[in-house]
Each structure stands twice: as C-alpha cells, then as structure tokens.
Antibody, heavy 119, light 113 residues
Framework: QVQLVESGGGVVQPGGSLRLSCAAS????????MHWVRQAPGKGLEWLAVIRYDGNGIYYSDSVKGRFSISRDNSKNTLFLQMNRLRAEDTAVYYCAKEPTSKYYFDYWGQGTLVTVSS | QSALTQPASVSGSPGQSITMSCTGTSSDIGRYNLVSWYQQNPGKAPKLMIY???ERPSGVSNRFSGSKSGNTASLTISGLQGEDEADYYC?????????????FGGGTKVTVL
C-alpha cells in the first residue's frame, strides 16, 4: 500500500533553515504529483507547494514563495522541502501528500513532521 | 488567495443528517468542479472523503455526499454515527493569476450529541 513518511522536523531559530524529506513507497513515485501542506497548532490546513512528476510545474503559495523550495529525487522516491528564513508563524506540522495526476486533490497523506520555530 | 469559509462547528444526534457549507469565490469553487473534502481526527493525517465535488473514493461510506451550487460547496453526512466526530476540511483548486493554487477552508468540527 502507499506509504508516505516525512522526516526532518525539529526546533529551529527564527531566520534559520530546515530541510524536510518525504519517503514514498507502494506507488510509482516518478509519475506522481506531490504536494506539501501544513497545519499550525490548533489551526486549519494550508497548501504550500506542488511539484509535477518530472520536477517541472512547480508552484508555491504566496505565504512561502521565495523562502521555501520544493524538489524531488525520483531515483530515491523522495520529496523534499527546503525551508529558509523561517519565522515563528511557520511553526506547524508539515504533511506531504500525493495527487492523482491532474486530478487536483490529495488521495494519500503522510503522518506529518513537526517544525517549531522558536528562539 | 483567501481561505474558503466553513462554519466552525456543526452538531447532530446519532442517525440524523447534517450538512456543512464551504463558501469560496468565482475564482475557486465557482470556477472549478475540483472541490474535495477531508476528515481529520485528532493527531492524525487528513483522509480524503470526497473529490471532484461529488465523487467518493473506494472505502468511504455512502453516508457521505457532496454537492455544489455557485460559489458554495456542501458536505452532507447521513445517518450520523459516533465515528463521524472529527474535523472536516474543504479544499478547492484555484487559479492564482495563472499560477496553480489550492485553497482550504478553516475546518468544521462535527460533534455527535
């Protein structure tokens, strides 16, 4: 079955950087569209970024554009989120999610990894 | 892109039907039949319940149904059960000045009385 496992979360100071990973199994990762979605403590879901199967077609939400970068390594079935210039408001659980190609919804989600931005 | 608007909470007794709304704009819900709904239990990842406004994934109870009218989408739970108590989020694809974008609602907490 499809499994998405995020890692790389932790505590980081404001202005710092962190790189999240999402290891995928049970699917043909190289043809999968992948997203990052986050959820601040006690808050709702917020879409962050998408990357198409070939690494093109990259889009970001306005809230992270210019600070976060999504990428993938199809040879390692892994999705990444490089987060720079982190702010307190970036504190959240970060989920990776899979989209059935060109279907615009999320059919599988990881369990999430917590990022805390605090001094 | 502004978040979609959902009621903070909806409640009902076992066996009843409840409906929760999700209001967007002509740039998201009103433009695309690409509304999806997710159920989230505390400390868990979201689970897909409805996609493309009305479609139900395999394994999701037929007590869950979706609809849309204009800029507002709705999720109905029929025959409410205790296991349905959770947070529910709507989501729509949107075109943000030519750039792909997805927008979520703030979530609705469903309480089974």
């Amino acid at each position: 079955q499809v499994q998405l496992v995020e890692s790389g979360g932790g505590v980081v100071q404001p202005g710092g950087s962190l790189r999240l990973s999402c290891a995928a199994s049970g699917l043909t990762f190289s043809t999968s569209v992948m997203h990052w979605v986050r959820q601040a403590p006690g808050k709702g879901l917020e879409w962050l970024a998408v990357i198409r199967y070939d690494g093109n077609g990259i889009y970001y939400s306005d809230s992270v554009k210019g600070r976060f970068s999504i990428s993938r390594d199809n040879s390692k079935n892994t999705l990444f989120l490089q987060m720079n210039r982190l702010r307190a408001e970036d504190t959240a659980v970060y989920y990776c999610a899979k989209e059935p190609t060109s279907k615009y919804y999320f059919d599988y989600w990881g369990q999430g990894t917590l990022v805390t931005v605090s001094s | 892109q502004s978040a979609l608007t959902q009621p903070a909470s909806v409640s009902g007794s076992p066996g009843q039907s409840i409906t929760m709304s999700c209001t967007g704009t002509s740039s998201d819900i009103g433009r695309y039949n690409l509304v999806s709904w997710y159920q989230q239990n505390p400390g868990k990842a979201p689970k897909l319940m409805i996609y493309e406004v009305t479609e139900r994934p395999s394994g999701v109870s037929n007590r869950f149904s979706g609809s849309k009218s204009g800029n507002t989408a709705s999720l109905t739970i029929s025959g409410l059960q205790g296991e349905d108590e959770a947070d529910y989020y709507c989501c729509s694809y949107a075109d943000n000045s030519g750039f792909a974008n997805w927008v979520f609602g703030g979530g609705t907490k469903v309480t089974v009385l």
